[in-house]
């Protein structure tokens, strides 16, 4: 059942800019964790905000658990929304504890017995008579989100949750989140430019593009399946080879320039093929340029019509202007 | 100042009569006059600068910049503009003679002249917390804001429990800057008949000839600053909790509804009318009155002698200003720092107090070498360099922490010396913050009164100083001219001051 449904939102902030979304629309079902994802000025952020009530849509509807909360009669004031927002830099009141920003919110101490579940489950007990900057960058992370939860909003929306943090303590905290997103069962949404957060967190996810939806799905099916190069892209590096050049391709889609059909394979999928070779979707091309990348070796291979980018076993033998032939997996 | 100080030791004849007559009622006047243009200041200040950066109402945007427009008004001028509000009581305290007593018309008399007085201080130097609370709200809480919003916060009580209380320490700096001003005044004061410190020191030390009287006095209203600087240093003790939030992007109002916004543009017009648009009207209706028989050569004559020491006085602080500022940020030694921290601390101290221990120290020097220091230009000059010093010191100080820092490291590595650097690659760069605290030094030395009518040459007067000699002959519409030349001039660095706030807001 859907909680959440985003209408044909759009909205331009100047007459000489280009809109920042342009009739975005998508449903989200309760309990439901989405990733709202796309390149910085795809309008990731500005949804967020349309639906927390900070920012009003030109035109469009919001509708929360059958509320509507945006249309063009209507606007719900953020304080009567019931959406928690955590912002990217967390915005938890300096001059306030630890204990003093949780309780802030309308309603957080109502059940005090939850609360105090809600900071064990955090493990942020023992920080509560502290102030922000005296707590991790972690920390401060899990505060702002134990803030909103204590609430109890119905739909909690994260902007970039995770991008202050340093890639060690990412992989923790991601981890952290998803367990306290299914122990408090909360329908949440987030902005995210990482697609490593995305596909760690997200039941699903939105790709958003010029303001608009451009792919909706499962994190697995988006990243297997892109309905285009830009989807495919995004989701990490992509050969794209003309369709009539490999056979079997599980998934194909129409070139955006209009060159035909093309087939996305990603780095990992190809090997190296030793002698002589009947199959039909092998390369053989000069190594252009190699960089190691710890747990593989990045290859550039340049064949008579196409340029590779191959992910090779870092143990692989080659020199840079060696010849290769190459051939492709093609199983999902 | 620690002349000045150092005079709370020393034996003063007529001492022991001061502390016993008159002494009480000063503090009780200074006292008073603080607390109530403090208060009266914070409601004006902050409630306009709460309603204008974060409620959403009709004339919003034509609030945001004309409520700086009073800071263009000295505290004297305003206080001429309503030179009459006693007077129209007068009925008042003649009903209150003859159907109470004498005594009673005596006291209401005496104590009417506080409100007053503190109505007329407050509508005009309120900006200085309506600016500091206006950049508070919108630059640095406007996240904490939105985000109090997001957890169920209406406007009342985010205003309240966040809000305020994150620009508290924002809002004391303004506010004490309200004080300092306050015991600087001497024109309202005076005109009001309100007994302060500064209102002593004038006539101890120019009615009464009693310099030593008249420095002892100086030196407790120096220690009254002094308390009061250490009092403001303890209330913004939160400021270092605070971080900036501000969000690149538009801030969503709070809109106000028909009659709430009625009230907002009542709370906001309120100091404006008060402050400026009242003021300023009848000096213009008066001026109009007064201009044929005012403008003559000796006009002519006092507002060139305005433009010249202001002038000299703007060059020579910025100079000064500008080698502190660059010995500070590159020879930053605890000594050259420290000492930028006390020169700077003039603008603190009140222009009767500077102009107490110049003539002390000029007096010194008279005896020492045999020429006649008081009463020179030289002098004068010194003085406006000592009291206005921060005022050009701050922009300079800015603008080389926004420039220059790394570009001088990049030319002294490449070989370039500190003199070297400085002319050819900072003060290019630093050009808009030298005019800008050039131009704001020239225009507090041509509003300034109480330090120029202490040392001013014999016979020279300025466009200040025409001004308070006209009031006090009662020659009100006569002073209207040369206090609407002042205004005229004062108005240039609010509207510069007013660009440079938006520009940093968006």
């Known amino acids: 059942m859907s909680l959440l449904s985003i209408q044909n939102i759009s909205k331009q902030y100047t007459v000489t800019d280009p809109p920042a979304l342009n009739g975005m629309s998508f449903d989200s079902e309760r309990g439901k964790i989405v990733a709202l994802i796309g390149v910085s000025g795809s309008g990731k952020t500005t949804l967020l ?122 992989d923790s905290v991601r981890t952290e989140l998803l367990n306290l997103f299914r122990e408090t069962e909360t329908t949440t949404l987030f902005v995210s430019h990482d697609i490593d957060d995305a596909m760690a967190i997200a039941d699903r996810i939105v790709v958003m593009r010029d303001g608009k939806t451009e792919q909706v799905g499962q994190p697995s099916e988006i990243y297997k399946r892109p309905i285009n190069s830009h989807v495919a892209r995004l989701f990490g590096k992509t050969n794209f080879i003309p369709a009539g050049l490999i056979r079997g391709a599980h998934h194909v889609f129409e070139d955006e320039k209009g060159k035909g059909m093309i087939a996305p394979i990603r780095p990992h999928q190809w090997r190296i093929i030793e002698g002589a070779t009947d199959d039909s979707n092998a390369f053989r091309g000069k190594v252009k340029s190699m960089i190691n990348r710890g747990a593989h070796l990045e290859v550039a291979l340049e064949t008579e019509h196409l340029n590779l980018t191959l992910h090779l076993n870092a143990k692989t033998s080659i020199q840079v202007g060696s010849l290769l032939t190459v051939g492709c997996s093609l199983t999902e | 100042m620690a002349e000045v100080l150092w005079h709370l030791t020393k034996p003063a004849e007529n001492w022991e009569h001061l502390r016993d007559t008159v002494f009480g009622r000063y503090l009780k006047g200074s006292i008073l006059l603080v607390v109530g243009t403090a208060t009266l200041s914070i409601l004006f200040g902050v409630s306009s600068a709460w309603l204008v950066a974060c409620c959403e109402f009709p004339g919003r945007k034509i609030f945001e910049w004309a409520l700086i427009l009073p800071f263009a008004i000295p505290t004297y001028i305003a206080a001429y503009a309503y030179f009459d509000l006693i007077d129209r009581l007068t009925p008042l305290l003649i009903w209150v003679r003859v159907n109470i007593n004498q005594e009673a018309m005596t006291l209401l008399n005496d104590t009417i002249v506080y409100p007053v007085t ?118 913004r003790f939160g400021a270092r909790f605070h971080k900036n939030s501000q969000s690149d992007r538009p801030f969503q109002r709070f809109p106000l509804g028909q009659a709430k916004a009625g009230v907002a543009i009542a709370c906001c017009l309120l100091p404006l009318v008060i402050g400026f648009i009242l003021p300023l009207s009848r000096l213009v209706y008066w001026a109009g009155l007064t201009v044929a028989k005012v403008l003559d050569m000796s006009f002519l004559k006092l507002t060139l002698n305005s433009i010249g020491i202001s002038t000299a006085a703007g060059l020579t602080t910025v100079l000064l200003a500008l080698f502190l500022a660059y010995t500070a940020k590159y020879f930053g030694s605890r000594t050259v720092r420290a000492t930028n921290r006390l020169a700077i601390l003039g603008y603190a101290v009140p222009g009767a107090v500077i102009a107490m221990g110049i003539l002390l120290v000029a007096k010194q020097l008279n005896s020492a070498t045999g020429w006649v220091f008081t009463g020179s230009l030289t002098v004068l000059v010194l003085a406006y360099i000592i009291r206005f010093l921060a005022v050009a010191w701050h922009p300079i100080d800015s603008g080389m922490e926004q420039n220059c820092e790394q570009l001088n490291n990049a030319s002294r590595s490449l070989g370039a ?14 050009c808009n913050s030298l005019v800008a605290a050039g131009l704001f ?25 025409k001004t308070f000699d006209l009031a006090k002959q009662a020659q009100i519409p006569e002073s209207s001219v040369s206090a609407l030349c002042i205004i005229i001039v004062s108005l240039l660095p609010v509207v510069w001051l007013n660009r440079q706030i938006r520009t940093m807001e968006k």
């Open chain 2, 417 to 430: 010396s500190t003199a070297q650097s400085l002319i050819q690659i900072n003060m290019p760069l630093l």
């Open chain 2, 441 to 465: 030094v020239f225009v507090d030395t041509m509003k300034e009164l109480p330090l120029t009518l202490i040392l001013r040459p014999f016979n020279f007067e300025t466009l200040s100083t």
């Open chain 1, 49 to 170: 905000r349309i639906i927390a009530g900070l920012e009003t849509p030109d035109a469009g509807i919001v509708v929360l658990d059958d509320k509507t909360l945006n249309s063009s009669s209507v606007f719900v004031s953020p304080e009567q929304r019931s959406c928690g927002l955590v912002f990217q830099d967390y915005a938890l009141f300096p001059n306030k504890t630890v204990y003093q920003n949780i309780v802030f919110g309308k309603g957080a101490t109502d059940d005090s017995v939850r609360l105090k579940q809600l900071i064990e489950m955090a493990g942020i007990g023992g920080l509560e008579q502290r102030f922000p900057h005296e707590i991790s960058g972690g920390q401060q992370q899990r505060v702002a989100l134990v803030r909103a939860l204590a609430t109890r909003p119905k739909l909690l929306l994260l902007d970039e949750p995770l991008s202050h943090l340093d890639p060690d303590l990412k």
């Open chain 2, 118 to 235: 503190i109505i007329v201080l407050a509508s005009v130097l309120y900006p200085y917390v309506y600016l500091v609370a206006r950049t508070a709200f919108t630059r640095q809480s406007s996240q904490y804001i939105e985000s109090a919003r997001t957890l169920g916060h209406g406007p009342h009580s985010t205003f309240w429990c966040m809000a305020l209380p994150l620009a508290r320490p924002a809002i004391v700096g303004g506010v004490a800057l309200v004080v300092m001003e306050t015991l600087n005044d001497y024109g309202a004061v005076e005109h009001f008949n309100i007994p302060t410190f500064t209102t002593g020191i004038f006539r101890t030390w120019l009615a009464g000839g009693d310099l030593p009287g008249a420095l002892r006095l100086a030196a407790c209203l120096m220690t009254f600053i002094l308390l009061l600087l250490v009092l403001e240093k303890w209330m």
